[in-house]
């Protein structure tokens, strides 16, 4: 187990390092980060020239990812646009878009393997059509023509939900976005449990649980269940990151001030410090959940543990 | 009797035990049928492939001849009917800037099944291509193309689009169906290697390398064959999906840009007018949905027919 | 030793209940291209301490009829429109799901071929074992445990205690199919259906796996019902066979006779397919034709198709199971003939 573990998390670094690197060259070689700090003036070239030079942008590539990396490390992330630094963004962003995530989560945990569980033991009944035409709905209909519909119907019409979010992201405020950004996610939980669940329930050893007189419910959370759910948690770590990506669209419909409001800004003003930054965060969060999964994986799995 | 006992202890003799009479299904072996010839009967009785297959249909046709269906110019704007509603010869009103909400609605469907069809072709090449190899070499090859897709793969497609267009500023089918590609080959790479890794262990496929057959032969006979079909099915549901990241890319700002028409610009521009305006958003937004339903339920429906164990 | 007698059913001739008794057990299945008839008509019974072997090909109903007994048959699309199991003497099949439930494992349990696959593989085998006591008996967690250790060390798993808590994928074959021997005795059941307990292991795991389920049998004096394809298991360890072609019993014997004088053509074919060493260098023999489709069983006795000795009769009239000598019983029009040759 303590190897495996170990395997794994040789086996992040590469892909950190690439993935960061992918980020860096996108923002800083392939845009100019100096013009666009002066917008539509032309800079002063020797004040150019300066600022090129405090960046490290005077320098080749690789040695720039290295030095902003150093800095990543000692906890600077630069300056956003505003002129704060951009941890005090973060600090203000991420708590919000961590709690929009988890409501999301939640709601695409228990929602979706419970429409999955139910549609793989009903296979081909009512209740198995139903919900797969439910998922295909979800799936088809972009995010955010359901957010601004549901916006519109729950929030603005029957006044059932705050159609904003308000100072703070109360939790109650952040159901209602949390369903939206849950959606396309629980759909592919449903069906993958689906699926799962309609072919372990075909396993020999769960007719094996069934010869051992064990009451239907064991045989299901037990035996059934435990062994379907092994690649629905692989999906739910990877899609973390997903959610918390898919929260750029979401709090930009409900105006939420988080992670995906702060990056928008950050785009918007052209400020790779904070582009980077948050998107160094966030890839950070992503392998992380993506390790916890592996580990969880392996908790669940034991062929994979002693492999 | 001894001897009998002998004889069959010594050699754990069976009675000639025909396992190929199955207890339930028997009579499906009468004649052999192809994958694809099964694939083909089983879809030929589906509702929904006719469905999705026939708005399929419709929508490629508009896409290359939008002037079919709408006569008008969706580019001819009138600000003095902004926001207005449905009139004579114009079904579905106006938008703020006073265009005709019907005749963006068809010219839009051009720029957005152009880039989900070319972004599926791309990715589906460029990722069968490098998973297949990283597939049937192995080893250097096969760690490497892994580890490439694996960075891709660190990035949320939707992050990355967010970050990469908006430094790119490009705006133009070009450039979103260029990064749509770069970001969604490694998806379809990691099914080819997995199929071209499942095929290439077959035992079929080992006699066939044991009797000679060289590498070439091996992979178009008896390993492409077998790949294609998962590739097909994800590439179908693919393509729905990529519609749709096409809209919320432009929904952003970051994906195309007017004069591009769009169904995701529209809805960007109508979200802001929800409560004047509603059907604005309504009809854009409609047509998309529908576009990508009609793909995801073909892909679904070909999945069905192709695998038949995930029924 | 007991043996099988058609007539026990009959009023009047019924002494003891014996421990099992299925009787004119009709099962099918309903698939998209038809009907198909698994069992049609089964009859057997088994009594305390006695060995039944069920010998037939794939498909010969062999295991559909275990598994009604156990009450693990997929219904839909399986359906049993005729017939009663009678357990003790009580009509199982009339029985409610969950009076159903607190028989299986903990008066009848199964062993099944392949333990890799019937064994939970993200469960540990004490867990699986364990269960047992936790279910039937409400035994803690510990308590289970320790009874686990000791039925591994009862099925002579060497260094129980310490494999205890490891997954079915790190034993052996053998290993594994002991501890579905386990699982099954667990609560000391009154009878045992084993199903092909040995096909998936080597030549020379099956004795010892046999002869280990053989002890255990006569130690708990349990029923056991052993279905299998392979003719030399059966001579070891059955007190009496029952041999199964398309879903219905076509011969029923004694043990040692069946094999000194088969009485249906279907079971003389068996016994001279299997090689032996005083034929060494003759062609071997070989039942031909292939087993019959269910959906579509031949008219008239089964097997006529592929009947040496198939007259005109064969193919309209179906044979009834004639009495054949004491304990025995031939689906057969010519079981005279067979057994006289």
Redesign the interface.
């Known amino acids: 187990m303590g190897r495996y573990v170990i395997r794994r998390l040789l086996q992040m670094v590469p892909v950190f390092i690439g993935t960061t690197f992918l980020i860096f060259v996108m923002v800083y070689a392939l845009g100019d980060p100096v013009a666009a700090m002066f917008g539509d003036r032309a800079p002063d070239p020797a004040t150019a020239a300066q600022i090129r030079h405090d960046l490290y942008l005077d320098h080749p590539l690789p040695v720039q990812y290295l030095h902003y990396m150093g800095q990543i490390f000692t906890g600077n992330f630069g300056k956003a646009a505003t002129g704060q630094p951009v941890t005090e963004l973060m600090g203000q962003a991420f708590p919000v878009t961590l709690r929009l995530t988890l409501v999301a989560f939640a709601i695409e945990a228990v929602v979706g393997i419970g429409l999955g569980l139910l549609a793989g033991l009903r296979r081909g009944r009512f209740a198995d059509s139903s919900v797969l035409a439910f998922t295909l709905l979800v799936v088809a209909i972009p995010t955010f023509v359901t957010g601004y519909l549901l916006q519109y119907f729950v929030g603005l019409k029957w006044g059932l939900a705050n159609p904003a979010v308000g100072d703070g992201a109360p939790l109650g405020d952040l159901i209602l976005p949390g369903i939206v950004l849950a959606g396309v996610s629980l759909a592919y939980v449903a069906r993958l449990t689906r699926t799962s669940v309609a072919e372990n329930s075909r ?3 769960l ?9 239907r419910r ?1 045989v299901v959370t ?2 059934l269940l ?2 379907s759910l ?1 690649p629905v948690v692989t999906f739910l770590g990877t899609d973390i990151g997903g959610l918390m990506a898919g929260a750029v669209v979401t709090e930009r419909i409900f105006n939420i001030h988080g992670v995906g409001y702060q990056l928008y800004q950050g785009i918007l003003r052209q400020n790779p410090p904070t582009v980077v930054g948050f998107v160094t965060i966030l890839v950070l969060i992503f392998l992380a959940a993506n390790l916890l999964v592996d580990l969880l994986y392996a908790v ?4 994979i543990r ?1 492999a | ?1 001894p ?26 072996r009468e004649k052999t049928r192809s994958l694809a010839g099964d694939a083909w009967r089983d879809l030929s009785r589906k509702p929904m492939f006719y469905i999705s297959g026939l708005l399929i249909l419709f929508l490629i046709v508009i896409a290359i001849w939008p002037s079919v269906i709408a006569s008008g110019n969706p580019l001819a704007c009138d600000l003095a009917k902004s926001q207005m509603g449905p009139t004579g010869g114009h079904p579905f009103g106006f938008d703020t800037q006073g265009c005709d909400v019907y005749t963006r609605t068809v010219y839009g469907a051009r720029d957005s099944v152009a880039v989900g069809i070319l972004t599926t072709l791309g990715a589906t090449l460029l990722g069968s291509l490098l998973g297949g190899l990283a597939g049937f070499f192995g080893g250097f090859w096969d760690s490497l193309i892994s580890m490439v897709s694996n960075i891709f793969f660190g990035i949320p497609i939707l992050l990355g689009g967010v970050v990469f267009l908006s430094v790119v500023k490009g705006g133009s089918v070009g450039t979103v169906t260029l990064f749509m590609v770069l970001l969604g080959w490694p998806q379809i790479a990691r099914i080819a290697r997995g199929a071209v890794i499942t095929a290439k262990q077959q035992d079929y496929v080992q006699a066939a390398r044991a009797l000679g057959a060289g590498n070439t032969r091996m992979l178009l006979r008896h390993i492409l064959p077998n790949a294609l079909a998962p590739i097909i099915v994800v590439a179908t549901i693919a393509l729905g999906t990529y519609i749709s990241l096409e809209a919320t890319l432009s929904f952003l700002g970051v994906g195309l840009k007017p004069p591009a028409v769009s169904w995701g610009i529209d809805i960007s521009q109508a979200s802001n007018q929800i409560r004047n305006a509603p059907h604005m958003l309504l009809w854009p937004a409609g047509a998309l949905s529908v576009t990508v339903l009609a793909f995801i339920m073909l892909g679904d429906a070909v999945r069905d027919a192709l695998d038949p164990k995930l029924r | 030793m007991t043996v099988i007698d058609e007539t026990a059913a009959a009023p009047g001739a019924a002494q003891t209940t014996p421990l099992l008794e299925v009787r004119d057990l009709h099962v099918e ?1 309903h ?1 998209r ?1 038809g009907v ?1 008839k ?1 069992v049609n008509g089964v009859n057997y019974s088994v009594n305390a301490g006695e060995t039944l072997a069920v ?5 010969s109903g062999k ?2 009829t275990a598994q009604a007994i ?1 009450g ?1 048959l997929d219904m839909p ?1 399986g359906r049993i429109p005729k017939g009663e199991i009678l357990f003790q003497g009580q009509d199982m099949l009339a029985m409610s799901g969950e009076q159903r ?6 008066k009848i ?2 062993i ?1 071929q ?1 333990a890799l ?8 085998v004490g867990y699986q074992l364990g ?2 006591f936790r ?2 008996q409400g035994l803690s967690r510990k308590a289970a445990k320790a009874k686990a250790i000791e039925l591994m060390d009862r099925v002579r798993i060497p260094a129980a205690a310490e494999r205890v808590n490891d ?1 079915p ?2 034993f052996s074959g053998g290993m594994r199919q002991r501890i579905m021997i386990a ?1 099954a005795l667990a609560l000391e059941p009154e009878l045992i259906i084993a199903d092909e307990p040995t ?1 998936a292991l080597d ?1 020379t795991v ?2 010892q796996v046999m002869d280990l389920l053989a002890e255990l049998q006569r130690e708990y004096n349990m029923g056991l019902i052993l279905i299998t ?4 298991v059966v ?2 360890v059955a007190d009496k066979i029952a041999v199964m072609y398309a879903g219905r019993i076509v011969e029923t014997a004694p043990v ?1 006779e069946i ?2 004088a088969p009485a249906h053509p279907y079971t003389k074919g ?2 001279q ?6 034929r060494k260098g003759q062609e071997l023999y ?2 031909k034709g ?7 069983v031949p008219s008239g006795c089964a097997f006529n198709p592929r009947c040496p000795m198939a007259q005109d009769i064969c193919r309209t009239e179906v044979p009834v199971l004639h009495p054949a000598g004491p304990g025995r019983g031939s689906a057969c029009h010519f079981w005279k003939e067979t057994l006289g040759e």
């Not at chain 1, 007719?207 to 009451?215: D, F, I, S």
């Not at chain 1, 669940?300 to 062929?303: E, M, Q, V």
């Not at chain 3, 696959?117 to 540990?124: A, G, K, T």
Request: proline share 7%; no cysteine.
């Open positions: 396993a020999d050893y007719r094996t649980a069934v010869a051992k007189g064990l009451p064991r037990v035996h435990r062994n092994i669940l799995d034991p062929r002693y | 009797m001897d009998l006992t002998d004889a069959t202890t010594a050699t754990g003799t069976a009675v000639p035990d025909a396992a190929t009479a199955a207890t339930v299904p028997a009579g499906q | 299945f698939t291209d198909a698994a010998l037939g090909e794939s498909g295991s559909v156990m693990i699309p439930r607190r028989i299986r494992g903990r349990a199964m099944f392949d696959s019937s064994l939970n593989p993200v469960l540990s269960e047992m279910v039937h997954y994928h790190q699982m096909t030549v099956q004795a394809h392979d003719l030399g001579a070891d040692h094999y000194s068996l016994l397919s299997i090689p032996r060493l005083d070989a039942i292939l087993p019959p489709n269910l959906l579509h």
